[in-house]
């Protein structure tokens, strides 16, 4: 089983980005562990501040992966690009956020993808990660 885990804008700086409410660990500090949880899974990430990116990804990898993990970011909540481009895939999509974007600010209560995506978690951290491959590899 082959899943893409990815990442959009400034979540490259988990860690130190709002620590409050994203947490004191960056990403790369984490991949290692969800590695170690998923052994038999092999489990690629990509992130990426450009939308362009994040959909070439998707389209490069939403034919022959196993599942797509995406946390677009406040992408989620502005691109119709990005749901376009879940909906074109053959790929299963879970989105995924570490808040709870429904204790947040409003603009963050709305989804732009979620419609066109496998199903949604939010809220518990970066656990949130492994809730969606353990969903993805339970089919």
């Not at 092999?42 to 599942?67: R, V, W």
């Not at 979620?114 to 089919?139: E, T, W």
Request: with cysteine; charged share 20%; net charge negative.
């Amino acid at each position: 089983m082959k899943i893409l885990i990815l990442n959009g804008p400034n979540l490259n700086l988990l860690g130190v980005r709002e620590p409050g409410i994203y947490g004191s660990m960056s990403f790369d500090d984490y991949m290692p562990k969800l590695r170690e949880m998923f052994p038999d899974i092999t489990l690629e990430y990509f992130q990426s501040n450009i939308e362009g990116e994040m959909i070439d990804k998707i389209q490069e990898t939403g034919f022959s992966y196993d599942g797509i993990v995406l946390n677009a970011g406040a992408y989620t909540h502005t691109s119709v690009a990005l749901h376009d481009c879940i909906r074109a895939v053959t790929t299963p999509v879970i989105e995924v956020h570490i808040s709870n974007v429904h204790t947040r600010e409003e603009f963050r209560h709305r989804s732009m993808i979620s419609a066109a995506c496998k199903g949604v978690i939010c809220g518990f951290g970066l656990d949130s990660y492994r809730l969606a491959v353990s969903a993805l590899a339970n089919g």
